[in-house]
């Protein structure tokens, strides 16, 4: 691993194992955790906010090759089942191994974490503000001479004050893929209530609103470069098959991710870049 560069006073490198590095963000603004391990960001909560704002699971594993079960896994460079090799993992390969810290930088609205990944011809760069408000923005380059079909998302887990309390704005009138039993196409009509187990791809290039009755917020997920929004919530018979989340921990979480799904795939011609990026902001409701 290349040696780490100059860190600013408000980040900290602690190993949360040894080998396993985390910055941990202490700056007026914010705090936050984020893993070299797939460049996840596992925590974010702005001064502003009176509970975490990202999700993580008690029982997340932090072990180079397992992906962390919480915060905003890095889905790259494709989306859930390879498009064509089902023995490559789910989710692409990118939150599953090191990636290169390049530079750390505060000031005073917040700090600015920059990492890289290369995987081939593709070459991932990765920029992180942590503030009052915390974007993520995934660059995606083809270093090669062929194009190369590009898919992924920020994963984004969103802690709740309880799932009967929780509803997702934005959405009306959006087609949908549901895809929990029948993959079927679907239209939203009004807000997403959370009665059973979602797993829902949007064609939706805007924000989507997480609004908490329980907390009194409402968590606006802003997003670009995306096609498609995913929202996802296990249910009871999911939750209870992650080994890496408490059974009732469903309750706890609603996943918002800024996706590009594999059928809407874009294609990077040789030389060219895609950025995916999401925002999030919290408000009082
Ligand atoms: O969020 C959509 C989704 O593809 C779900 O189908 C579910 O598999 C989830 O991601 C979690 O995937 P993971 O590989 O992190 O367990």
Partial sequence: MEPT?????TVVLVEATPGYPILEIRHPQ???RLALHGAHVMEWQPVSADAPVLY?????LL???KAIRGGIPICWPWFNAHPSDSSLPSHGFARTHFWELEAAEEDESGVTISLRFRSGDLAAYLDV????WLEIALETTNLGDEPLPLSGALHTYLAISS????QVDGLSGDQYLDTVGDRTERVQSGLVYFDREVDRIY???SSALLVDSGYERVIVVEKEGSP???VWNPWVDKAKNLSDLPDEAYRDFVCIEAAISNDRAIILAPGGSHVLSTTLRVEDH
Avoid: H, R, W
């Fill in 5 to 9: 560069p100059k860190l600013p006073p």
């Fill in 63 to 65: 072990q180079p090759g």
């Fill in 203 to 205: 064609e939706n290039d």
């Fill in 56 to 60: 993580l699971s008690p029982d997340a």
């Fill in 129 to 132: 503000y942590f503030g009052e």
């Fill in 30 to 32: 914010c705090f936050g």
């Fill in 163 to 166: 799932i009967a309390q929780v």
């Fill in 228 to 230: 498609s929004t995913v």
